[in-house]
């Protein structure tokens, strides 16, 4: 289909932060195309693909309610990121591996310290460059574990419970991530041997990009009750991880994309742009993408479980044997569901596709841990290295508007090409650690992909996700070390 520029006038102004396409724009959309956006922000959404790309997702089978894109959305492969839909499994509802995304169960880990800021300072450059040697990070750069094909298997299996099987990390640390760290459909047999092979040595490593580990403090809290549930107070000590499924999760989606483009015609789906190929959730292939895509999911929590199990052990060594991290939460932002909600006031089974988008159940929703049943669970909302983070709590309200979902990050603004057109990594550098911000990173260029100006105000992101009700702000806190890969 020829692409045509979407400009103001296509957008009509449901609230101060809602915009929508509705479906008499184009012909084959099923639903409407709504985004969660301000006035501020609309010249950003409007320079890329990205909204185009989220009517084009409004075409999909099964489609319920609307497509969705969060206040971070920009442009994708199929989806854009930062992209919600549900798929009414009934209702031959499909499954598109563009709509979660290349690098699989991407997500956002938080542990708090019982440590303050004022107590770590003077061992902060040691604790971040302990941190840097301790953690592999960088383009396919390998970790610490060379797992064989069957240990791998369990991994693929069994994600962060089999590394506590093994050892590391503990019972409660599984109680407060998502799925308790495992997809139990996930079957090994169906990820391919070259994803396998990419993702042997990974196990426990960053990876590149805006992947990173951070050392932060909280600065600022807005709602004392929740944060207190959290562990969270002015002051306190948190650190930070964002990392995926690396070279398996991105081969895993390349092999489905693949085997399912040329059966498109049989199942008789017209799409508007190849990239958003996919398969009816009830048929063969997209069952066994889904399998091979939790397995995917798996190995990426067991990933940010090994490298928690190493930040906990350079921590002691730096702070004494006294000094604990406990995990916050453990919250995925490209991954696939199966789960119910209401649609036209009916409870259905869906397929919920959040890409570069996380959960944001409310309160009382089974899926959470008991411990934050009464008040939501933690939403982790990521800035950028100089600027702030934020840790948000779900809302019934998020999960009438959104299928309970929220935006996982500040958003691009500018490509990693341009960001190193306008940014010397090497001047970023200097101008991070003359605000005290400590960095370890082996690439200047890597850093400078990844500048504050290469992306939205996390401020204005975290406002709009507030006045629309799709999370409530908790706290904000700031960088401390930041450690990335190249």
């Known amino acids: 289909m020829e692409e045509k520029e979407i400009t103001r006038k296509d957008l009509v102004k449901l609230d101060d932060v809602t915009y929508e396409i509705p479906t008499s724009y184009r012909s084959d959309m099923r639903v409407p195309a709504r985004v969660f956006v301000n006035e501020e922000m609309l010249d950003d959404v409007l320079h890329d693909r990205s909204l185009w790309q989220l009517v084009n997702v409004a075409t999909l089978p099964g489609i319920a309610n609307a497509a969705f894109a969060m206040p971070d959305i920009h442009q994708g492969y199929g989806f854009p990121i930062g992209g919600v839909a549900a798929m009414v499994i009934e209702d031959d509802g499909v499954i598109s591996p563009g709509g979660i995304g290349y690098d699989i169960n991407c997500g956002v880990r938080l542990l708090v310290a019982n440590m303050t800021r004022d107590e770590i300072q003077p061992y902060l450059e040691r604790l971040a460059t302990d941190l840097f040697h301790k ?9 610490k574990l060379d797992l064989s094909p069957n240990d791998l298997d369990k991994v693929l299996s069994r994600g962060a419970k089999r590394m506590v099987e093994l050892g590391h990390g503990t019972e409660r640390d599984l109680e407060f991530c998502e799925e308790n760290g495992c997809m139990e459909g996930a079957d090994p047999d169906l990820v391919s041997d070259k994803a396998k092979k990419r993702g042997s040595d990974q196990l426990g490593t960053l990876g590149s990009g805006n992947h ?4 932060q403090a909280v600065e600022e809290i807005f709602d004392k009750k929740i944060a207190q549930v959290f562990g969270l107070t002015v002051g306190a000590v948190v650190v930070m991880i964002h990392c995926g499924s690396r070279g398996l999760g991105h081969q895993v989606c390349t092999d489905y994309v693949r085997e399912m483009m040329p059966m498109i015609e049989k199942w008789k789906i017209t799409l508007p742009d ?3 190929v996919c398969a009816p959730f009830k048929s063969d292939v997209a069952q066994n993408y889904f399998a091979a895509m939790q397995a995917a999911a798996n190995f990426a929590w067991a990933n940010r479980h090994m490298i928690t199990c190493w930040v906990r052990e350079v921590w002691q060594n730096v702070l004494g044997k ?8 453990d919250l995925s932002h ?3 569901k199966v789960e119910k909600h209401i ?7 869906v397929v919920m596709h959040r890409k570069g988008a996380t959960r944001s159940f409310g309160p009382g929703r089974p899926e959470i841990p008991l411990l934050y049943q009464k008040v939501g669970q933690p939403v982790l909302i990521p800035g950028t290295m100089g600027t702030s983070s934020f840790v948000l709590a779900g809302t019934q309200e998020s999960m009438e508007k959104a299928f309970g979902s929220c935006c996982h990050g500040a958003g691009r603004r500018l490509s990693r090409a341009k960001a ?7 001047q970023l550098r200097e101008e991070l650690q003359a605000q005290g911000i400590i960095i370890r990173s082996d690439s200047d260029p890597g850093l400078a992909e990844e500048a504050p100006i290469a992306y939205k105000d ?3 992101v975290v406002q709009i996700v507030s006045l629309a009700g799709l999370a409530k702000k908790v706290a904000r806190v700031v960088p401390l070390a930041v450690i990335k890969g190249g």
């Open 135 to 143: 953690i592999p990070s960088g383009v396919g750069r390998g970790g």
């Open 212 to 215: 990173f580990l951070e050392v």
């Open 274 to 276: 190849k990239e958003l």
């Open 322 to 329: 006294d000094a604990h991290l406990s995990l916050v939460y």
């Open 334 to 336: 490209n991954i696939g």
């Open 343 to 349: 649609v036209n006031g009916h409870e259905k089974s």
């Open 420 to 426: 190193k057109h306008e940014v010397r990594g090497s």
């Open 458 to 460: 996390v401020d204005n």
